[in-house]
């Protein structure tokens, strides 16, 4: 059942108008589907292991429904939350953002327990899995710079690491176009709107889901088998029943 709240702007439109209908819980093929996975190398620089009680990093990949998705199945992951970074307060509006023009990307702040998952370990399911990191100023259907490939540093030192292992990816070819993610440090998250949170558990059959972002819970499960956790760690706690 298609959900009546607002779906992203032009990409998402494009998709649900030429996508193919579900049908009794089966998703027919689509050129939008999403990519596979893929097996890479951890980072070679990381940071340590904490006693802390929890850790911040920010990521955008693409829409935030599937990246927030992944990270919710991800063990270590204390809350995955949907939201806006790379602009200003008074931007941070899912129909403002949608136009393109305010800075912003569609993010998930992950906040993590640093004894059981390290920066990297998050960085490295970031880009095998929650969304492919060659593509610039897009993700599967949706365009434009709200939809890029970026990582939103806390600090310094997790500044270095993911330029690290940028370097470090590219250098091996891991991929067969280079890295496009934009490093971006000193920029505030926004929490989105409430509408927006765990939107992949509570509609695993909206067909823009289906298509594009349950595989890669599976794709998470395949490559990390480790860190998969069957059972995602939600914003709304109530979501879950």
Known sequence: MFDSRPQHFLGRRAFLMGAAVLTAGTVAHSAFA?????????????????AAPSEVMVVAGGCFWGVQGVFQHTTGVIQAVSGYAGGLKKDADYHTVGGGGTGHAESVEITYDPSKITYGKLLQIFFAVAHNPTQLNRQG??????????????DDAQATVAAAYIAQLNQAHVFPS??????????????????????MTLNPRHPYIAFNDLAKIGELKKYFPDAYRAKPVLVNAKADG
């Open 141 to 154: 259907p949706d365009d434009g710079p709200q939809y890029r490939s970026a990582i939103f540093p806390r």
């Open 34 to 50: 999403a990519e596979d996975g893929r097996a890479i190398p951890a980072p070679a620089t990381d940071l340590p292991a904490s």
């Open 178 to 199: 280079p890295i496009v993610t934009k490093i971006q440090p000193k920029k505030e998250f926004y929490r989105a709107e409430a509408y927006h949170q765990d939107y």
